[in-house]
């Protein structure tokens, strides 16, 4: 369990750090060394670097987003098409980000499975 | 085991990296797209327009004042600092339109798109438009001071381009997948291009030489007459021409030739036109010259206007500027105003060429002559590059031959179009802007070729003027009417009408001037003007208007520019109504019927009428032309002002009759057809839509550049209007900046246009004009008479030079 929690707060912040310095893939970046170093198990290699993703980028776009009144949020939802509704698309960021980190996961726990025998 | 699972994690990893981001089809790459750092989620903001930048070149510092509307305010103390500073405040606020205007422009389009825009790209190619800009750019360069602005304004766009993190690139890159290029004085010319193309690229020789050949010469004079039974020229027809001491070119000998093609470039839409009038100081209420300017254009977002003030210590300019071109397009200053509509001259003309063998050189003046060939290079996203040959011969491109919608080995149409003939166009709006009086403003607008314009003229000391400015050649009666012997040498532009004999007026008696794309001028005009379609009936209206009154203010410029008064239905619909046979309508024919009864003309939002009359008009202008109706050629129907007139004057001529049906119609049958046919139309429409009231039914809309795309567009408008009529606001086209001045000292001005100043959808500044617009008010445009003066200011921004320039 707490190993879960410092997997989690940890790719949390390596993917906010990484940020300033590389492209979106950051967060795939910092899953996949948590895995390396962090080891979890069965569906949690996934799901915890998912949630932790998820979250950062829910909680990051919502604030962009909220402070100028979802104006172009809303906008987005309509090209994607999510009905106009921000809080959709909001969703549909945090999903992306949460299945890319949780990809390169998988990933990077397989390595550890590998170097570490 | 292990090593399968990692290769398959690994696999896993890399298909989702890929997916996310690469875009897919119209799909963009969704991990760049959709993430918080970089994505669209950073296009969630309003302009920074406070601080302080440096921004490298500039002399002196620069203050920029931004008021409510996000109008920017630039002070500068030079006119190099004002025009580096347009560029860079310009591209801050409307950077992707600039760009992607250039990129349509220049035919370049597939490398944003790919391959689905590779017709387009070569037909703008073979079109000319890169050819005409590195034509106009060497004419620009040719002027010290013009080039040196030019390349200033291009200097402060890349000193913006370069200063943005490309987190904060505009939010069509992110959707497209594209990054800006630096700007360079070549586009501005491309921009100036693309004007050309919108307000001088549309003719009709092909469809006319096709409508001579199918009904003979006596018909077309009757259908396409070179003046209307009345007219009211631009220029009042009491104007006196005796100065003009240069004939018209006499006639040759010589016809227009066979030929079989039914491809054409893509025309722009034929609305682009504009309402501009002034009146004097004895005409006006206050006593001071007013003067008003709407261009009627296609209603985008952005809009194709940006606003401005461009002040330097002696001038304070403020009006609407083109993103792309340099200084205030149609605006005022301390001195003067001026606005500008399309003159709709024939500078369009097409030549039938001969090749040799292997098409090496062409036939003329009994010789063979040289082609010269330009290859039109056409990068193509995601394909290899397209290498387009087109020939060339003295009359200009062939656009279409046998590699470009024409089959015939020897033979080609050449295109001889002024945008092909530089000029330094940009000249007159940097005169303007900095103009006084008449004689600096005939001066400012005598460096104008192309596209010709009415451009109107009021001044602080009470003088109003109109001039019909533009490089005109002066043609052979109905020379390029249509499609010319390109061997001949009299078919040629033997030359041009002198700048100075171009058609003006100034102070006219009648106290006001105006223009509305009608004919420039009556038949005492001593050369000839090709009448291929000017407008005939906003003309009138505002005419009347301004006749009927002794005195005028800006209230009752504001009522005009908002007048939905459809003179066009006027002149038709209570005759139609008189001559149908009522006896055997059914209940919902009636109904349709009373509508129209009981409609006052006027195309207001609530009204049923415009609808009915909009059909009705349809189905009858569908069926007196049934004659027209080929596959196989392209052909022009008659205008719609000739179209009234032969309905009610020669209501038994051959034409009404449909050529379809055994019996022979008379316009009173095709009267009661059409109706009917209206009538089950408006039903059909009335099941799936609702109410035909007019907002309802016209639907107008702004939309986004990007092919209207619904996200970033505004739908559903209440705004009356229509096309011919003074609120000239049809579906996606209208009054795209109105604008009306008082010239008081300081002038007093209102203005709005649909949109706002920002190009960015995710700013509150992206459309807040256009509920306002629709409504048809006008916001009082905060003119500064001082850098000091700070009234109606939000917020200051300072841009200075950089430290080691």
Redesign the interface.
């Given at each position: 369990m707490t190993k879960s929690l410092i997997n989690f707060i940890l790719t949390f912040i390596i993917a906010y750090i990484f940020?300033f310095f590389m492209?979106?893939?950051?967060?795939?970046t910092a899953s996949?060394l948590t895995a390396l170093f962090i080891p979890l198990k069965r569906l949690a290699v996934f799901f915890v670097p998912f949630l932790s993703i998820f979250l950062l980028?829910c909680i990051?776009?919502y604030v962009?987003?909220s402070?100028?009144?979802?104006?172009?949020?809303k906008?987005?939802a309509?090209?994607l098409p999510l009905n106009g509704n921000p809080y959709l698309?909001i969703l549909?960021?945090g999903l992306?980000?949460g299945?890319?980190a949780g990809?390169?996961a998988?990933?990077g726990?397989?390595?550890r499975?590998?170097f570490s025998k | 085991m292990?090593?399968i699972?990692?290769l398959a994690?690994?696999t896993?990893?890399i298909i989702?990296?890929y997916l996310?981001?690469t875009k897919i089809g119209s799909i963009p790459p969704?991990?760049?797209f959709?993430?918080?750092?970089?994505?669209?989620?950073?296009?969630?903001?309003?302009e920074s327009t406070e601080g302080t930048i440096a921004i490298k070149g500039l002399k002196n510092p620069v203050t920029v004042h931004y008021d409510s509307l996000l109008v920017p305010h630039v002070f500068a103390e030079n006119e190099l600092d004002l025009y580096r500073t347009q560029g860079y405040i310009t591209a801050k606020h409307r950077l992707w339109q600039m760009e992607f205007q250039t990129y349509a422009a220049a035919g370049r389009l597939s490398e944003i798109i790919g391959d689905k825009a590779l017709e387009y790209d070569r037909q703008e190619r073979r079109r000319g438009m890169v050819y005409g800009a590195e034509k106009a750019i060497e004419d620009m360069k040719q002027d010290d001071e013009t080039a040196a602005y030019i390349e200033a304004y291009a200097e402060g766009v890349n000193a913006y381009i370069s200063s943005l993190d490309p987190k904060r690139y505009p939010?069509e890159y992110k959707?497209l997948d594209y990054q800006p290029e630096l700007w360079s004085p070549k586009k501005t010319g491309l921009l100036l291009m693309y004007m050309t193309k919108m307000l001088a690229g549309r003719d009709s020789d092909m469809e006319f030489t096709n409508v001579l050949k199918l009904f003979g010469e006596k018909q077309f004079n009757l259908l396409f007459p070179d003046f209307f039974d009345s007219t009211e020229p631009i220029i009042p027809k009491d104007t006196d021409w005796s100065f003009i001491d240069v004939p018209q070119t006499p006639h040759p000998d010589s016809t227009s030739v066979d030929f079989n093609l039914d491809e054409k470039l893509n025309q722009p839409d034929p609305d682009n036109g504009s309402n501009n009038w002034a009146v004097s100081d004895e005409k006006s209420s206050s006593g001071h010259a007013i003067l008003a300017n709407d261009p009627h254009l296609g209603l985008n977002l952005p809009n194709i206007w940006f606003v401005m003030q461009l002040s330097t210590p002696t001038h304070q300019t403020y009006g609407a500027t083109i993103p792309g071109a340099l200084s205030i397009i149609s605006g005022f200053n301390q001195y003067i105003a001026w606005g500008e509509t399309n003159a709709t001259r024939d500078v369009i003309d097409w030549y039938k060429i001969k090749f040799n063998e292997d098409r090496t050189s062409y036939f003329y003046d009994n010789d063979w002559y040289p082609v010269k060939k330009r290859l039109e290079e056409i990068k193509i996203k995601g394909k290899e590059t397209f290498i387009d040959t087109v020939l060339y011969t003295h009359h200009g491109p062939v656009v279409f031959d046998k590699n470009f919608r024409s089959e015939n080995e020897k033979s080609g149409y050449a295109m001889r179009w002024i945008g092909h003939l530089g000029g330094n166009n940009q000249k007159t709006f940097i005169a303007l802007n900095r103009a006084e009086n008449y004689d600096d403003y005939v001066k400012a607008i005598s460096h104008w070729s192309a596209p010709a314009q009415n451009i109107v003229f009021a001044s602080n000391t009470g003088d109003i003027a109109l001039w019909i400015q533009g490089r005109l050649p002066n043609k052979w009666e109905g020379q390029g009417k249509f499609v010319m012997d390109g061997s001949l040498p009299q078919n040629d532009w033997q030359g041009f009408i002198p700048q100075r004999f171009n058609a003006h007026t100034k102070n006219p008696k009648r106290g006001f001037v105006s223009s509305a794309n009608q004919h420039p001028v009556d038949e005492n005009y001593p050369f000839y003007v090709f009448n291929d379609g000017y407008e005939t009936y906003r003309n009138r209206v505002i005419n009347d208007f301004f006749n009927s009154k002794d005195k005028v203010s800006v209230k009752d410029f504001k009522t005009l520019q908002n007048n939905n008064y459809n003179l066009k239905a006027a002149e038709l619909m209570p005759y139609m109504l008189e001559h149908l046979n009522t006896d055997e309508f059914n209940s919902v024919e009636k109904e349709v019927y009373n509508i129209a009864k009981n409609w006052n003309y006027n195309n207001d939002i609530t009204e049923k009428g415009p609808a009915v009359w909009r059909e009705w008009w349809k189905s009858l202008y569908q069926l007196t032309w049934d004659e027209f109706d080929h596959d196989s050629i392209a052909l022009k129907k008659p205008f719609v002002y000739q179209t009234i007139y032969l309905l009610k004057h020669h209501g038994n001529h051959e034409f009404m009759d449909i050529k379809d049906t055994p019996e022979k119609e008379t316009a009173k049958d095709l009267f009661l057809k059409s109706f009917k046919t209206a009538v089950s139309r408006l039903d059909e429409w009335k099941d799936k839509n609702g109410d035909y009231n007019w907002t309802n039914y016209k639907k107008t809309y702004a939309g986004h550049l990007l092919q209207a795309?619904?996200?970033?567009s505004r739908f559903n408008l209440p705004i009356g209007g229509d096309r011919n009529i003074v609120n000239a606001t049809s579906e996606n086209h209208g009054p795209s900046w109105k604008m009306i001045v008082e010239m008081s000292s300081p002038p007093e001005a209102y203005g709005i246009y649909p949109g706002g100043q920002s190009g960015?959808?995710?700013?509150?500044y992206?459309d807040n004009f256009i509920d306002d617009w629709a409504n048809g008010d006008y916001y009082k445009l905060p003119y500064l008479t001082s850098i000091n003066d700070t009234t109606n200011i939000n917020s200051t921004q300072t841009l200075t030079p950089t430290t080691n320039d």
């Open positions: 940020s492209g979106w893939y950051s967060v795939m996949l980028w990051y776009s962009l987003s402070s100028n009144d979802f104006i172009l949020a906008k987005i309509v090209l698309l549909i960021t992306i980000g299945l890319a990809a390169a998988l990933f726990n397989q390595l499975v590998v | 292990k090593y699972k990692l994690s690994f896993l990893t989702v990296f996310l981001n969704m991990g760049k959709l993430n918080p750092y970089t994505g669209i989620w950073q296009n969630e903001i309003n939010v959707l795309l619904p996200a970033f960015n959808p995710g700013s509150k992206y």
